[in-house]
């Protein structure tokens, strides 16, 4: 254990209920890996990188399977709707949960307002004329209610949502491959044209590989919540166990196979790919008949279903916050197994974004999205660290072989954090993500030393 850590985490997660089955877990981290980034922010990496961006999800989705092995191999040991959070705290010392936890629930709290927008603005496209603050408001209104409610409540949203998307993308992937071998009828299959003409496999070379990399690792956010998710189901050690071991397939057959099927059937130079997304691009050249619109009903459930898990999300970050004394007491409040202050709070920071998005789009807005743009490579990096120091001390206590066990220990983790730096310094090269970078890094900075600062105050009042 860390010499300045001031205690193991005290939180208890038996003031909140164990509401959710093995079917809900198992779904969430089904669906967790399929959001709007997917479906839509896939389309900027595709025109930058062309045909080597199946390549940069590739690379980064190894890293992404590495981070979940460690996250898996932790929360299974030791379960705690903190997460990483409370891994970083038992391993490293009560500063770094304080960093980790709260950056990580302003970045979901963000995302729940930047989901709202999205989807919001899909629905206007329906029935123009209707403002999107009000549309904003009424999906706010029903996941902060179904949160409120009971955590099966949210189990059985992300459910039917994860079911939804999973559906939508194995159907896409089917045909997508059929086409690819001839067999759809009226289409004739592409070959590898689409692969190696139009500036080849590296279109954009070195530097579109790069561009492309970036938008891919961060695609990949919100694979985090099962672990967190995991503390309130039935059988959490089995949860998680089952959730780490089937990400690398999850990973492979709905990321980097999808992104495969665009990338052949579709020029990555085509002007739909940025303008209509890609799957609506891929759906297009198969003559599949209302397909954009079909792929904005897709694209509405992938943004429904983060909110109502950032939601989730947000509220269980916080409340494991205040039961470890990171956070004002108020928030930790329970009532009916729910934290419902916390659900509470996490959704009017939600919909505090949103207005600043209409009121300051140009400067407050802005700096808050670039002050999360790189939140996920922070919690990675705390993951694997914590990982490092735990798992002697995890062997010891378990008395044997971890339900989850990372692969390859030490080395493997290692290359992770390699990997980790190594993006660091890619997005320190690139102009839009050097800013994300510093806003970061500010906010990192800034917790880090109120949190080190109260660290040190609780261990002078203890001596």
Same mark, same amino acid.
Request: charged share 10%; hydrophobic share 55%.
């Given at each position: 254990?860390p010499?300045?850590?001031?205690?193991a985490?005290? +939180?208890?997660?038996?003031?909140?209920t164990h509401?959710l089955?093995?079917?809900h877990?198992?779904?969430?981290?089904?669906?967790g890996?399929?959001?709007?980034?997917?479906?839509?922010?896939s389309g900027?990496?595709?025109?930058?990188a062309?045909?080597?961006?199946v390549?940069?999800?590739? &690379?980064?989705g190894?890293?992404?399977m590495l981070?979940?092995r460690?996250?898996g191999?932790?929360?299974?040991?030791?379960?705690?709707s903190?997460?990483?959070?409370?891994?970083?705290?038992?391993?490293?010392?009560?500063?770094?949960?304080f960093?980790?936890?709260?950056?990580?629930?302003? &970045?979901?709290?963000t995302a729940?307002?930047?989901?709202?927008?999205?989807?919001?603005?899909i629905?206007?496209?329906?029935?123009?004329?209707?403002p +999107?603050?009000?549309?904003?408001?009424?999906?706010?209104?029903?996941?902060?209610?179904t949160n409120? @409610?009971?955590?099966k409540?949210?189990?059985?949203f992300?459910?039917?949502?994860?079911?939804?998307?999973?559906?939508?993308? !194995?159907?896409?992937l089917?045909?997508?491959?059929?086409?690819?071998?001839?067999l759809?009828?009226?289409?004739?299959?592409?070959?590898?044209?689409?692969?190696?003409?139009?500036g080849?496999?590296?279109?954009? *070379?070195?530097e579109?590989?790069v561009v492309?990399?970036?938008?891919? !690792?961060f695609?990949?956010?919100?694979?985090?919540t099962?672990?967190?998710?995991a503390? /309130?189901?039935?059988?959490?050690v089995?949860?998680?166990a089952g959730?780490?071991?089937?990400?690398?397939?999850r $990973?492979?057959?709905?990321?980097v196979?999808?992104?495969a099927v665009?990338v052949?059937?579709?020029?990555?130079?085509a002007?739909?790919?940025?303008e209509?997304?890609?799957y609506v691009?891929?759906l297009?050249?198969?003559?599949?008949? *209302?397909?954009?619109?079909l792929?904005n009903?897709?694209?509405l459930?992938?943004?429904?279903?983060?909110?109502?898990a950032?939601?989730?999300?947000?509220?269980?970050i916080?409340?494991?916050? !205040?039961?470890?004394g990171?956070?004002?007491?108020?928030?930790?409040?329970v009532s009916?197994g729910?934290?419902r202050?916390?659900v509470?709070a996490?959704?009017?920071?939600g919909?505090?974004?949103? $207005?600043?998005?209409?009121?300051?789009?140009?400067? !407050?807005?802005?700096?808050l999205?670039?002050?999360?743009?790189?939140?996920?490579l922070v919690?990675?990096?705390?993951?694997?660290?914590?990982?490092?120091?735990?798992r002697?001390?995890?062997e010891? /206590?378990?008395?044997?072989?971890?339900?989850v066990r990372?692969?390859?220990?030490?080395?493997?983790?290692w290359?992770?954090?390699?990997?980790m730096a190594?993006?660091?310094?890619?997005?320190?090269?690139?102009?839009d993500?050097?800013?994300?970078?510093?806003?970061t890094?500010?906010?990192t900075?800034?917790? @880090?030393?109120?949190g080190?600062?109260r660290?040190?105050r609780?261990?002078?009042?203890?001596?």
């Amino acid at each position: 254990m860390p010499s300045t850590a001031v205690k193991a985490p005290q +939180e208890s997660d038996a003031s909140l209920t164990h509401g959710l089955k093995q079917r809900h877990l198992s779904m969430i981290a089904l669906g967790g890996v399929i959001g709007a980034g997917l479906f839509v922010g896939s389309g900027a990496g595709i025109a930058a990188a062309g045909p080597s961006i199946v390549l940069a999800y590739t &690379l980064s989705g190894l890293l992404v399977m590495l981070v979940m092995r460690m996250l898996g191999e932790m929360s299974a040991a030791y379960p705690s709707s903190g997460s990483f959070s409370a891994h970083a705290e038992r391993a490293i010392g009560p500063w770094a949960g304080f960093t980790a936890g709260w950056s990580f629930w302003v &970045l979901l709290c963000t995302a729940v307002g930047l989901e709202g927008i999205g989807a919001a603005k899909i629905v206007t496209g329906w029935l123009p004329g209707t403002p +999107e603050w009000a549309w904003v408001a009424l999906f706010m209104l029903v996941f902060c209610g179904t949160n409120l @409610a009971a955590v099966k409540n949210f189990g059985e949203f992300e459910f039917w949502f994860a079911a939804l998307k999973v559906g939508a993308i !194995v159907l896409f992937l089917v045909l997508g491959v059929l086409a690819i071998a001839g067999l759809l009828p009226g289409t004739a299959a592409p070959g590898t044209a689409n692969l190696t003409g139009h500036g080849g496999f590296f279109p954009g *070379g070195g530097e579109g590989l790069v561009v492309g990399l970036l938008a891919s !690792v961060f695609a990949y956010g919100g694979l985090e919540t099962v672990t967190i998710a995991a503390a /309130e189901s039935e059988d959490p050690v089995r949860g998680v166990a089952g959730a780490v071991r089937t990400a690398m397939w999850r $990973i492979a057959l709905f990321y980097v196979g999808s992104m495969a099927v665009i990338v052949t059937l579709v020029p990555w130079d085509a002007r739909a790919v940025v303008e209509k997304g890609p799957y609506v691009a891929a759906l297009d050249e198969l003559g599949i008949p *209302g397909a954009g619109q079909l792929m904005n009903v897709i694209v509405l459930i992938a943004l429904l279903s983060a909110m109502n898990a950032n939601v989730y999300g947000s509220s269980r970050i916080a409340h494991s916050l !205040v039961e470890r004394g990171m956070g004002p007491r108020f928030l930790g409040r329970v009532s009916g197994g729910v934290p419902r202050v916390a659900v509470l709070a996490s959704s009017a920071f939600g919909f505090g974004c949103v $207005i600043l998005s209409h009121w300051r789009p140009d400067d !407050v807005f802005a700096w808050l999205l670039n002050m999360i743009g790189g939140v996920v490579l922070v919690v990675w990096g705390f993951v694997a660290v914590s990982q490092l120091r735990l798992r002697r001390a995890l062997e010891r /206590e378990a008395a044997g072989q971890p339900a989850v066990r990372m692969w390859a220990f030490p080395y493997l983790t290692w290359i992770a954090l390699a990997g980790m730096a190594a993006i660091l310094v890619l997005m320190a090269r690139e102009p839009d993500t050097r800013v994300q970078l510093y806003g970061t890094g500010g906010m990192t900075l800034v917790l @880090a030393g109120v949190g080190y600062a109260r660290q040190k105050r609780l261990l002078v009042a203890s001596l």
